[in-house]
């Protein structure tokens, strides 16, 4: 059914299925559990990384891992699936550039409080200027049993702001806007009273405001007292809302994109791709694995280049022998998103290799290997959009330009499994609030979901190393 110009009903509802996913996921610790939650709606089972592996798989059957609650990895194993076979697998990370609180965030200045925050990756950090900010993360809560466990926390309202400077003080701000990242950009809020310039708790705690561990003790339950908080890792979000825009509601404006946009499209392409008998017949395992620390450089107990990932897919090969055989029959798609062209930049991108909003899915070349793109894994994915009908575009760089990067070339460098680099066009990328195309979403579903269902027999087709 065509209901918007050429947008169709299903690419519609993936993108208002992407919306209440994204508002949903204000921090990776979000991300993780919805998906967790999502992947588990599916009839996948939660497999600690505590546990013995071996005994517990079983072929047809599907499994998640999570580690620190901000990385996951979910898996289908195939009906045809031994030790020793292949995985395909799509990987893509969970965090975005943010504000995050500082150890001792408690600060006041001219009778405002305010909050001290670190930057956290490479945002474009002048638009969250003049934001409605909310506050979410997870807090260490020592329960009455003496356990201390982690909760998430989505403080969902328009709590801080950091405020520009009035143009009459400052005549230069639509010339050149500057500011220093440690002075004039702390947020503030709310206005200090008596009260909150002399309250401590009982140990004497200063570090944060009295009223915000209040707030947040609330938020998570009656029966958690602001006393019982033993740590936090709090980041700060856009209030507003993600949603569809544009005059034909072709495009979406949203925080996070890079990379919710890829993590959301990844997980419904795994579930997609068991919607036929061919998990049946496969004899691979599907992989989607989702990293937190990418926005950092993914030097972490669980960023991409941790042995998360590896250690998996290790103690699913069963022995060293088998492990190291099947890194040879298997891939690995980064799915993370891509530059679009910019209309009032178009000089900023290469002539002829500019992806455009709503026409499918990216892949990105580059010579010197940022991405990791090449003709073994373009057979591969235009065999998949070949299958899915979906369509794909090409990225390069300008030589003149510098270029992004992702944690493909370091999975790639970490496994030797052959990798490509993909993702969906967008605008704005690293800034608070960016955009993409509305049918974009379901086109990148129907590509990945291609990928998972015919990957066992493409390579057995493609011959590189014999
Ligand atoms: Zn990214």
């Keep these: ?53 071996g005994s517990l798989l079983e072929a047809g059957k599907s499994y998640y891992v999570v580690r620190n609650q901000s ?5 289908s194993v195939g009906g045809k699936w031994k030790p020793g076979n292949g995985f395909s697998i799509v990987a893509t990370h ?29 945002g474009i950090w002048h638009s969250w200027f ?4 909310s506050l979410a993360g997870r807090v260490m809560v020592e329960e009455k049993d003496g356990r201390i466990v982690q909760h ?29 990242l440690e002075t004039e950009f702390t947020p503030l ?25 209040s707030l947040i003790s609330r938020e998570i ?20 809302k993600a949603r569809l825009g544009g005059i034909h509601e072709e495009f979406v404006f949203s925080p996070r994109l890079d990379n919710q946009g890829m993590t959301f499209s990844a997980s419904r392409s795994l579930i997609s791709s068991l919607s036929d008998k061919s998990l049946e017949n496969d004899d691979c395992i599907r992989v989607v694995a989702s990293f937190d620390h990418e926005e950092i450089g993914s030097v972490s107990a669980q960023g991409a280049e941790s042995n998360l990932l590896l250690s998996v897919l ?21 799915a993370d998103m891509a530059h679009a062209v910019h209309p009032n930049y178009a000089s900023k991108y290469e002539s002829i290799n500019s992806p455009e909003l709503n026409k499918g899915t990216v892949l990105k070349v580059n010579a010197n290997q940022r991405y990791m793109t090449n003709s073994h894994g373009i057979t591969i994915l235009k065999r998949a959009a070949q299958l899915s009908k979906a369509p794909v575009q090409v990225f390069v760089a300008r030589n003149d330009s510098p270029c992004g990067s992702t944690i493909g070339p370091k999975l790639a460098a970490m496994t030797g499994i052959p990798t490509l680099d993909l993702g969906n066009p967008m605008l704005s990328m690293h800034s608070c609030r960016e955009m993409c195309g509305t049918k974009d979403f379901e086109y990148s579903v129907q590509l990945l979901s291609a990928f998972f269902q015919n990957f066992s027999d493409m390579e057995k087709k493609i011959i590189v190393d014999e």
């Design 189 to 213: 809020i709310g206005l200090e009273n008596e009260l909150s310039k002399e309250e401590t708790f009982e140990n004497g705690e200063k570090a944060h405001h009295p009223a915000l561990l």
């Design 71 to 75: 990385s996951i990895v979910a898996f």
């Design 94 to 122: 969970t965090d975005s550039p943010t504000l995050r609180l500082k150890p001792k965030s408690r600060k006041s200045a001219n009778g405002y409080m305010q909050v001290g925050v670190e930057q956290y990756g490479g």
């Design 152 to 180: 998430n926390v989505h403080i969902d309202r328009p709590l801080l702001r950091i405020p520009t400077l009035a143009i009459h003080l400052d005549r230069t701000a639509n010339a050149s806007f500057s500011f220093n």
């Design 1 to 53: 059914m065509q209901l918007y110009g050429k947008m169709t009903a299903t690419a519609k509802n993936r993108a208002l299925e992407f919306l209440k996913f994204v508002n949903a996921s204000p921090t990776p610790y979000h991300v993780v559990k919805n998906l967790a939650e999502y992947y588990k709606s599916h009839g996948f089972q939660y497999l600690s990384e505590k546990q013995d592996f």
């Design 314 to 334: 290790e103690r699913l090969s069963g022995s060293t022998e088998n492990f190291y055989r099947c890194m040879r029959t298997s891939f690995l798609v980064s």
């Design 130 to 133: 003049d934001r409605d900010l």
């Design 221 to 240: 339950g009656t029966e958690v007292s602001p006393e019982s908080i033993v740590d936090f890792e709090l980041i700060l979000g856009d209030y507003e």
